[in-house]
């Protein structure tokens, strides 16, 4: 029976493919909460604040 060959590398492999599977993960989360969601809040808030501003000038016009 020939013995069985040396795993070699199977742990940095794994180890480097959970870090690359955490960061692309974590990347694309931040982005989507960049751009998706925050970028609306921020959004209607300026619409508030410009449509307050508005108002503000008409009546001190």
């Known amino acids: 029976m020939p013995p069985i060959p040396p795993i070699k590398g199977m742990l940095l492999r794994s180890a480097l493919t959970n870090i690359t599977i955490g960061l692309s993960s974590g990347i694309i989360a931040g982005c989507y909460f960049w751009y998706g969601i925050r970028g609306n809040?921020?959004?209607?808030?300026?619409?508030?604040?410009?449509k307050l501003q508005r108002e503000r000038d008409g009546i001190k016009a």
């Open 41 to 50: 809040e921020v959004r209607v808030r300026d619409e508030y604040y410009a």
